[in-house]
T-cell receptor, first 115, second 113 residues
Framework: AQSVTQLGSHVSVSEGALVLLRCNYS??????LFWYVQYPNQGLQLLLK??????LVKGINGFEAEFKKSETSFHLTKPSAHMSDAAEYFC?????????????FGGGTRVLVKP | AAGVIQSPRHLIKEKRETATLKCYPI?????VYWYQQGPGQDPQFLIS???????DKGSIPDRFSAQQFSDYHSELNMSSLELGDSALYFC????????????FGSGTRLTVV
């Protein structure tokens, strides 16, 4: 079974500082990995995805993530935090089937941005 | 662009009542997924449908059932509601395998009192 672990349920950063959210996965097959963001009382929005192409993936809102097979990691970064980045972030791995695939999510990391 | 539409946005039910949640996928999407997100928890996969047939099943209680109709919309039926069923229920849709991720709706917040 595939699984995802996010280190740190809460992260506090200053505006303009680096944002680093950690995600480690476990998968018996080459994984498809995703980062989603959830703003309060809203749905899940796809930030970026890794689907076995380039290991450095760029997403929306200035976020990027690097797939490191040797470390089984897919950490999310943003060079300079903005107040609007305050949200909860979920790392997810997909279980690919012939028709559709379900996502297994990590526990989420809530980001607080201090002015 | 059209998104995944869920209705209602909010629903309040009493214990032991029945609730029906609806999901309208993005046009031409043939696969629908349902997730449950409890307070402060990560989303948990419930069930999915591809071309109107159940394609995968997760931790969905026996009190819940779902189906996908000929127009590809889906309904999640929940009976004998319990307080623990209070959660945000998300629907997502994709075309086929959705190897590049799929699109979530804004969710239905169910409160059981």
């Amino acid at each position: 079974a595939q699984s995802v672990t996010q280190l740190g349920s809460h992260v506090s950063v200053s505006e303009g500082a680096l944002v680093l959210l950690r995600c480690n996965y476990s998968s018996s097959v080459p994984p498809y990995l995703f980062w989603y963001v959830q703003y309060p009382n809203q749905g899940l929005q796809l930030l970026l995805k890794y689907t076995s192409a380039a290991t450095l993936v760029k997403g929306i809102n200035g976020f990027e993530a690097e797939f490191k097979k040797s470390e089984t990691s897919f950490h999310l970064t943003k060079p300079s935090a903005h107040m609007s980045d305050a949200a909860e972030y979920f790392c997810a791995v997909s279980d690919v089937k012939a028709a559709g695939n379900k996502l297994t999510f990590g526990g989420g990391t809530r980001v607080l941005v201090k002015p | 662009a059209a998104g995944v539409i869920q209705s209602p946005r909010h629903l309040i039910k009493e214990k032991r009542e029945t609730a029906t949640l609806k999901c309208y996928p993005i046009p031409r999407h043939d696969t629908v997924y349902w997730y449950q997100q409890g307070p402060g928890q990560d989303p948990q996969f419930l069930i999915s449908f591809y071309e109107k047939m159940q394609s995968d099943k997760g931790s969905i209680p026996d009190r819940f059932s779902a189906q996908q109709f000929s127009d590809y919309h889906s309904e999640l039926n929940m009976s004998s509601l319990e307080l623990g069923d209070s959660a945000l229920y998300f629907c997502a849709s994709s075309m086929g395998q959705a190897l590049r991720g799929y699109t979530f709706g804004s969710g239905t917040r169910l409160t059981v009192v």
